[in-house]
């Protein structure tokens, strides 16, 4: 079975720069398209990276994601932290019929 | 602009069956380019997909709920519903439903709201 795994949290200090990564097993991550989804208290998740690295309108430069297809891995990197960045985070992919979700990474802005 | 709203009952007994329709509003649930997915998200926990359709009835679930769950498109209505059969206290959490795009693997975007289910007698 396709797996992704995340940090359970990260913390980090304003303007500073912090990567949640994302690790596959089960399959090859770079087979299929990475999301990754912010998603704040008692709300909808919303996309902040598709399709890999994509910023959809609206998400700030400050969000960026990539692929390490040599660890198996997925990686969304946020620059010049800001205090309203902090939420979870979830990557997301597909394999052989299944969407897969990571179980979510918690980023604290202190 | 689409817009995905979950409708259905907020308490369900254990054993019975958890119902919820996502009604569509905004575009057709019949475009092909799209399918249309279930996601729950337990008190505190992360997002599970459950299963996702697409209008000409073909269906994908995720299998730790295969035996158990039913996805129907209802193009009439403009609709999608979840079944949920034999629920337990970890069915318990809020359900979504949101469009995710057929070729591409995209995103699931946009989403409902959620709708929060509770098993319990």
């Known amino acids: 079975n396709f797996m992704l795994t995340q940090p359970h949290s990260v913390s980090e200090s304003p303007g500073k720069t912090v990567t949640i990564s994302c690790t596959g097993s089960g399959g090859n991550i770079g087979n299929f398209y990475v999301h990754w989804y912010q998603q704040r208290p008692g709300s909808a998740p919303t996309t902040v990276i598709s399709e890999d690295n994509q910023r959809p309108s609206g998400v700030p430069d400050r969000f960026s994601g990539s692929i390490d297809s040599s660890s198996n891995s997925a990686s969304l990197t946020i620059s010049g932290l800001k205090t309203e960045d902090e939420a979870d985070y979830y990557c997301q992919s597909y394999n052989s019929n299944n969407w897969v979700f990571g179980g979510g990474t918690s980023l604290t802005v202190l | 602009q689409l817009q995905l709203q979950e409708s259905g009952p907020g308490l369900v007994k254990p054993s019975e069956t958890l119902s919820l329709t996502c009604i569509v509003s905004g575009g057709s649930i019949s475009n092909d380019l799209y399918y249309w997915g279930w996601i729950r998200q337990p008190p505190g926990k992360g997002l599970e997909w459950i299963g996702s359709?697409?209008?000409?009835?073909?269906?994908y679930y995720n299998p730790s709920f295969r035996s158990r769950v039913t996805i129907s498109v209802d193009t009439s209505k403009n609709q999608f519903s979840l079944r949920l059969s034999s629920v337990t206290a970890a069915d318990t959490a809020v359900y979504r439903c949101?469009?995710?795009?057929?070729?591409?693997?995209?995103?699931?975007?946009?989403w409902g709201q959620g709708a929060l289910v509770t098993v319990s007698s």
């Open positions: 949101a469009r995710h795009d057929r070729y591409s693997y995209g995103t699931f975007d946009p």
């Open positions: 359709a697409y209008y000409s009835e073909s269906t």
